[in-house]
C-alpha cells in the first residue's frame, strides 16, 4: 500500500504547468474567460476592454508627435549636410580634372595622345587624396593606359619619381620628354611609353598639390 502512494507521489506523476494552467481556464467564471465565439454580444464588452487597456494618453500622444517632428527634422538636417558635402566634393573633383587636364595638354599634347593625358588626369584626380604611398599612387595613375604591365614592373620605373616625391627633390618630368628628339608616340617602345607616363602622373600628382595650396 505504501509503494501504491510513494509511487503515485513522483515527480513523473505530478501534473505538468500546461496542465495546470488548462485546468484553471477550465474552472474560471465564464465572465472571465475568453469568448471563444467573437459573433456573441458579450465579446464586443470583452474586446473593448482589452483595446482601452492599451489607449495611448492624450498627453503621450503629443509628446510621441513632438519628439517624432523633431527626430525627422535631425534626419533632413543631417542628410542635407552629407548631400551637400558630396556635392561639393564632386564638384572640387570635376575642377581638379578639368584643369589638370588642360594643363596636360599645353604641356605635353606635342608628343602624348590627348587619350592617355585625359585618362591619368582623371585617375590621379580621383586617388590624390587617398591613403596610398607615392609609388601606388603613380601607378595606379598609369595602369589604365598601360593595361598589360604588372604593378611590380612599373614599380621599378616610378621608383625615381617616388623617391623625388618623398625627399621634395624635384624631377622635370618634361626632360623625359623633350629626351624623345620628337619622335612619333607609335614609334615609342613600350617601356618609352611606361616611362613618359609615369613622368606624366608624376607632373599631374605634383600640379594638384600646387592646385590644392593656392588660396
Known amino acids: 500500500m505504501n509503494n501504491k502512494i510513494n509511487s503515485s507521489n513522483t515527480p513523473d506523476s505530478l501534473p505538468s504547468q500546461v496542465d495546470l494552467e488548462f485546468l484553471e481556464a477550465l474552472l474560471e467564471p465564464e465572465d472571465a474567460t475568453y469568448p471563444w465565439n467573437p459573433a456573441d454580444e458579450e465579446s464586443e464588452a470583452y474586446f473593448h476592454e482589452l483595446e482601452q487597456q492599451f489607449v495611448t494618453p492624450d498627453w503621450l500622444e503629443d509628446e510621441l508627435t513632438t519628439r517624432s517632428e523633431g527626430f525627422y527634422s535631425n534626419l533632413d538636417t543631417l542628410w542635407s549636410g552629407i548631400s551637400n558635402n558630396i556635392y561639393y566634393k564632386r564638384n572640387t573633383e ?17 608628343c602624348v595622345p590627348q587619350v592617355w593625358l585625359n585618362a591619368i588626369a582623371k585617375k590621379a584626380t580621383e586617388i590624390f587624396a587617398s591613403h596610398q604611398s607615392v609609388g601606388e599612387q603613380l601607378i595606379t595613375c598609369v595602369q589604365s593606359v598601360l593595361p598589360a604591365w604588372g604593378a611590380d614592373d612599373l614599380l621599378v620605373l616610378a621608383r625615381p619619381f617616388a623617391y623625388s616625391m618623398r625627399s621634395s627633390e624635384p624631377q622635370d618630368a618634361a626632360s623625359v620628354i623633350s629626351n624623345l628628339d620628337n619622335r612619333e608616340w607609335t614609334t615609342l617602345s613600350e617601356i618609352e611609353q611606361a616611362k613618359i607616363s609615369l613622368a606624366i602622373a608624376y607632373y599631374a600628382l605634383n600640379q594638384l598639390n600646387s592646385f590644392q595650396s593656392k588660396p
Open 94 to 110: 570635376q575642377v581638379l580634372d578639368i584643369n589638370l587636364q588642360e594643363t596636360l595638354h599645353n604641356t605635353f599634347a606635342g
